[in-house]
């Protein structure tokens, strides 16, 4: 069974860079066909697919954040990471991480995705 798990601060400054890791276990980040995103949700929003790696170690962004964004991962941990540059309070959001067969860059319904974090609270805020 694939677990998801994210971790990084809680509150982040304005203008700053928000960083958050994603932990997997059950199932390799390398393994075929699998692609590992990361989907936000504002207050009152809904979600926002932000961007995504392969099991190939291609990356692929939102048009509309791929000028701050930056996902990577760490094979030999089995995690991958967000990075999110110049944060504005607009950045206020629970951060998840999640898993499909298949890339999937319209996050319209959670149920599109095979697996999800518990998602962690993010809060801009000076």
């Known amino acids: 069974q694939v677990q998801l798990q994210e971790s990084g601060p809680g509150l982040v400054k304005p203008s700053q860079t928000l960083s958050l890791t994603c932990t997997v276990s059950?199932?390799?980040?390398?393994?075929?066909?699998?692609?590992w995103s990361w989907i936000r949700q504002a207050p009152g929003k809904g979600l926002e697919w932000m961007g995504a790696i392969d099991y190939s170690g291609s990356i692929y962004y939102s048009p509309s954040l791929k000028s701050r964004t930056s996902i990577s991962r760490d094979t030999s941990k089995n995690q991958f990471t967000l990075q999110l540059c110049s944060v504005t309070p607009e950045a206020t959001a629970v951060y998840s991480c999640t898993t499909s067969e298949g890339l999937i860059t319209v996050a319209t319904t959670r149920y599109l995705y095979d697996c999800w974090g518990q998602g962690t609270q993010v809060t801009v805020s000076s």
């Open positions: 059950g199932e390799s980040i390398t393994t075929n066909y699998y692609y």
